[in-house]
């Protein structure tokens, strides 16, 4: 499947190219490759299409969006350790819900996500200029520009909920000195329901090789329930029954099931998981960016892996969420054998042999040179312990492994679409019998006993157990009440602060942009 999308997308840079630098809107976007000889099958669309997607190699990258949603919960962290990991404070503000407006990754994320709007806003306004011109069938192209967007919809969704009151920007023929201002975010999240169902009904119902790793109707769906699960938080008025609804399309369609082994999500090779509704295909090779071996190991932790490069030692997750896990959970991992999969990496640390313990000669941690990943840590900065915090080893890290994995990243999963279902029903009535019954599926996946009942306590645990570091976890907590609360290097904070603020480097080059609360 990965095969097919990087024929597309290598053909994708070619055939764009040509109107990546266009600055004069008024010529002709398409002079170096002829209608009249492009854009006439499908396969010349999708071709076309690779420039949409590439933006989201960076979704996962150290510093990227996805890390920055992480750091901002209380699943992770990136303590300082020493002269390590300072970096201005940032990750320390992320984590205390204390952010600067000048904070490089706020600022980081802003472009990521902008950037991926404006390339569906250039390629939408390429392929209706071609309708318009006479050049395509309208029947041909109006499905690519529904993909499309429905995926700048997906962008907006990440705006709507880290930043809230954003520019709504859906155009690319825009006037020099375009300067748009903030829309209110219950006009943002307007927006976004209006494009997707627009966009949607348009989309194919098929799941193979040729729609792998690409928005299809199912992934609208996707968007939509997270849409709706959120619609209290976003537009103040809550849409439990249009979160189930849209959830209960992907159920329904029998497309997607559980994996017996929760791992197989998150394996090396894990292009065939029958839960991925939209993924990003990293590659080692043809598609790099997502580097968790780096982030999260251990610099000795090379020596476990044999991998090529040293890692950072940088990302772990806290004690009070690692200990939300029961031993028996077939999730969590077991303690002092890196050889079970897991979660976390806890305890001691071993070479690639399983025999000899790491050694970190160079540390002064109080248990000695043997590393041991230890649940509890001991600060959050200046000098938390180099072997201080369980790490991340919920993805494969096969060895020898390069800095950029192979690892598919699923941003919609279907055991997260059960919850969305089963919490929107429980949200409509805390009884209801489909709702325990979903949420216990996941259980016993697990190898855990099910619950008898659901509480806010209990869903919101067991969502974050399941979909751990997978990105949501902030959204969750916001959504549940818990955000603001005092945790573990984190006091209480207002809930103005559960939105980030806007970069300051966005409202030094654009005067129209106004500052959200608390800022």
């Given at each position: 499947?990965?095969?097919?999308?990087?024929?597309?997308?290598?053909?994708?840079?070619?055939?764009?190219?040509?109107?990546?630098?266009?600055?004069?809107?008024?010529?002709?976007?398409?002079?170096?490759?002829?209608?009249?000889?492009?854009?006439?099958?499908?396969?010349?669309?999708?071709?076309?299409?690779?420039?949409?997607?590439?933006?989201?190699?960076?979704?996962?990258?150290?510093?990227?969006?996805?890390?920055?949603?992480?750091?901002?919960?209380?699943?992770?962290?990136?303590?300082?350790?020493?002269?390590?990991?300072?970096?201005?404070?940032?990750?320390?503000?992320?984590?205390?819900?204390?952010?600067?407006?000048?904070?490089?990754?706020?600022?980081?994320?802003?472009?990521?996500?902008?950037?991926?709007?404006?390339?569906?806003?250039?390629?939408?306004?390429?392929?209706?200029?071609?309708?318009?011109?006479?050049?395509?069938?309208?029947?041909?192209?109006?499905?690519?520009?529904?993909?499309?967007?429905?995926?700048?919809?997906?962008?907006?969704?990440?705006?709507?909920?880290?930043?809230?009151?954003?520019?709504?920007?859906?155009?690319?023929?825009?006037?020099?000195?375009?300067?748009?201002?903030?829309?209110?975010?219950?006009?943002?999240?307007?927006?976004?329901?209006?494009?997707?169902?627009?966009?949607?009904?348009n989309l194919p119902k098929v799941k193979n090789a040729s729609t792998y790793a690409r928005i299809n109707y199912y992934t609208g769906k996707a968007i939509q329930a997270k849409l709706y699960l959120n619609a209290q938080v976003y537009k103040g008025a809550p849409e439990w029954d249009k979160a189930a609804a849209a959830a209960d399309e992907i159920i329904n369609s029998g497309a997607y099931s559980l994996e017996a082994n929760y791992f197989a999500n998150f394996n090396s090779n894990n292009a065939g998981s029958n839960e991925n509704i939209f993924v990003i295909p990293y590659d080692a090779v043809n598609a790099e960016g997502f580097n968790l071996v780096q982030s999260t190991l251990h610099y000795v932790s090379q020596e476990t892996f044999e991998l090529r490069d040293q890692?950072?030692?940088?990302?772990?997750?806290?004690?009070?969420?690692?200990?939300?896990?029961?031993?028996?959970?077939?999730?969590?991992?077991?303690?002092?054998?890196?050889?079970?999969?897991?979660?976390?990496?806890?305890?001691?640390?071993?070479?690639?042999?399983?025999?000899?313990?790491?050694?970190?000669?160079?540390?002064?941690?109080?248990?000695?040179?043997?590393?041991?990943?230890?649940?509890?840590?001991?600060?959050?900065f200046p000098n938390c312990y180099r072997q201080a915090g369980v790490r991340i080893g919920k993805w494969e890290f096969p060895l020898k492994s390069t800095p950029a994995l192979n690892n598919d990243f699923s941003l919609f999963r279907y055991a997260d679409i059960l919850l969305v279902k089963a919490e929107a029903l429980w949200r409509k009535n805390p009884a209801d019998a489909t709702a325990l019954a979903l949420v216990n599926q996941i259980r016993a996946r697990a190898a855990v006993a099910p619950f008898t009942s659901l509480t806010a306590e209990n869903l919101l645990a067991e969502r974050g157990r399941e979909m751990f570091f997978e990105g949501w976890r902030r959204s969750d907590l916001i959504r549940f009440g818990k955000y603001d609360e005092a945790r573990q290097w984190k006091p209480a904070s207002q809930p103005c602060k559960q939105l980030w603020p806007i970069p300051r480097a966005q409202l030094d080059a654009n005067k129209s942009l106004k500052q959200n609360p608390c800022y």
């Open positions: 499947m990965k095969k097919y999308w990087y024929k597309a997308l290598l053909a994708g840079l070619f055939v764009i190219a040509f109107n990546q630098s266009c600055s004069d809107l008024e010529e002709n976007l398409y002079d170096q490759i002829k209608a009249d000889s492009f854009f006439k099958t499908d396969e010349e669309f999708i071709a076309a299409l690779g420039a949409a997607y590439t933006g989201l190699y960076s979704f996962a990258g150290n510093g990227g969006y996805h890390n920055l949603q992480e750091v901002a919960s209380d699943e992770a962290m990136i303590p300082q350790r020493g002269g390590d990991w300072y970096d201005g404070g940032v990750w320390l503000n992320a984590h205390r819900a204390e952010f600067n407006p000048a904070d490089g990754p706020l600022d980081g994320a802003w472009g990521f996500l902008f950037g991926g709007v404006n390339t569906c806003n250039r390629l939408i306004f390429t392929f209706n200029k071609l309708i318009n011109d006479g050049a395509v069938d309208p029947a041909l192209a109006t499905p690519f520009i529904s993909e499309l967007r429905t995926l700048r919809a997906l962008w907006y969704l990440w705006l709507i909920d880290g930043f809230g009151n954003v520019p709504i920007v859906d155009r690319f023929d825009v006037p020099a000195g375009f300067a748009p201002a903030n829309a209110p975010r219950a006009e943002v999240y307007a927006f976004i329901e209006k494009e997707l169902n627009e966009s949607v009904p890692p950072w030692n940088g990302y772990c997750s806290l004690a009070e969420f690692y200990n939300s896990y029961e031993d028996a959970d077939a999730r969590k991992g077991v303690r002092d054998n890196q050889a079970i999969r897991g979660n976390f990496l806890a305890g001691k640390q071993y070479k690639s042999n399983g025999k000899d313990q790491l050694q970190d000669g160079t540390a002064d941690d109080p248990d000695g040179p043997g590393v041991v990943f230890t649940p509890e840590i001991n600060a959050h």
